[in-house]
């Protein structure tokens, strides 16, 4: 399968902790983004990289919120000190010049 | 900045019923415009797409026209099936390809 992955599916943790999710994109696409969708919303845009560059951050995304992109491959983002309100769908998507491919996202629940 | 307003649902059709789905959207310059889909249960995938006015995507029976004068991207599809009973999402980029912007989605559930 040479689609979009996300790692780990579902992420239980409890308010305080760090989490830490991954994305694979598709590998001749040098765009990548992360997205975050709660129930009955459409997906958020968080952050957005070209290549290695993180190009454009969301102003409504905290201090709590890292993502970086090494090399240009995967990337991850991070949660720093959770919330309850940081429950979600996390979606990563990649691009060359486009449409959008998304993963499957990767739940978050926060206790 | 970029938006776009869908109509909210759920939908609900029997089958065979035609479809339309209300799209709009407010943009600086000339976006792309996108009809994303979410069956149950799976990630989203693009469904189509019109990068200029008066474009007309398709695919699998559904169809989607640019236009810039009512500033609307409205899904259609003349006959739809059960299999099609998904969350639908308009979406937007702007030229660059870059931010892609999305409705809320609106749930379509086709009964037989």
């Known amino acids: 399968d040479t689609g979009v992955s996300q790692d780990p599916r579902h992420k239980i943790t409890k308010r305080g902790q760090n989490v830490t999710f991954r994305c694979d994109p598709i590998?001749?696409?040098?765009?990548l983004y992360w997205y975050r969708q709660t129930l009955g919303q459409g997906p958020e845009f968080l952050t957005y990289?070209?290549?290695?560059?993180?190009?454009?951050k969301s102003r409504l995304l905290s201090d709590r919120f890292s993502a970086e992109r090494p090399k240009g491959s995967f990337s991850t983002l991070e949660i720093q000190r959770t919330e309850q309100g940081d429950s979600a769908m996390y979606l990563c998507?990649?691009?060359?010049?486009?449409?959008?491919?998304f993963g499957s996202g990767t739940q978050l629940s926060v206790l | 900045g970029n938006s776009v307003t869908q109509m909210e649902g759920p939908v609900t059709l029997s089958e065979e019923a035609f479809l339309t789905i209300n799209c709009t959207y407010t943009?600086?310059?000339?976006?792309?415009l996108f009809w994303y889909v979410q069956y149950p249960g799976e990630g989203l995938q693009l469904l189509l797409k019109?990068?200029?006015?008066?474009d007309k995507g398709s695919n699998k029976g559904f169809e989607a026209t640019y236009r810039k004068e009512t500033t609307s991207f409205h899904l259609e599809k003349g006959s739809v099936q059960v299999s099609d009973s998904a969350v639908y999402f308009c979406?937007?980029?702007?030229?660059?390809?870059?931010?892609?912007?999305f409705g809320i989605g609106t749930k379509l559930q086709v009964i037989p």
């Open positions: 998507a990649s691009s060359l010049k486009g449409a959008l491919f």
């Open positions: 590998s001749e696409h040098n765009r």
């Open positions: 990289f070209q290549n290695e560059a993180q190009l454009e």
């Open positions: 943009a600086t310059g000339y976006p792309s």
């Open positions: 019109a990068t200029k006015a008066d």
């Open positions: 979406a937007l980029t702007d030229g660059g390809y870059q931010k892609v912007t």
